[in-house]
């Protein structure tokens, strides 16, 4: 089992920047693709980033087209820690945000592949 706690969420204005964690428990960290979705008030969870566990593929990253270019994700495996670091933050950026992880080196863009979820943070961006 691995547990997952999201922190870092808040109140920013437009343009301005965020840096989500999440701390994983467990040992597996380090072999399970992990990634961070959203979901806006009113509307359904979308995929935001992803990345694959160290030493797959490269460690590859895959983003949403609302978010390549602006945020970026990484992962400190020593630490089991994910990392979401959100620039040029917008209005629409606003949701809670959510750390995911699969049973997969693999990432993919679907929520239901991921197993694992943590409770959730909240950012909102001011315009």
């Known amino acids: 089992q691995v547990q997952l706690v999201e922190s870092g969420g808040g109140v920013v204005q437009a343009g301005g920047s965020l840096r989500l964690s999440c701390a994983a428990s467990g040992r597996m960290f380090s072999v399970y693709a992990m990634g961070w979705f959203r979901q806006p008030p009113g509307k359904e969870r979308e995929f935001v980033a992803a990345i694959a566990a160290t030493g797959w593929d490269g460690g590859t990253t895959s983003y949403s087209d609302s978010t390549k270019g602006r945020f970026i994700i990484s992962r400190d495996n020593a630490k089991n820690t994910l990392y979401l670091q959100m620039n040029s933050l917008k209005p629409e950026d606003t949701a809670v945000y959510y750390c995911?992880?699969?049973?997969?080196?693999?990432?993919?863009?679907?929520?239901?592949?991921?197993?694992?979820w943590g409770q959730g943070t909240q950012v909102t961006v001011s315009s």
């Open positions: 995911a992880g699969r049973a997969s080196p693999k990432t993919t863009m679907t929520g239901h592949d991921y197993v694992y």
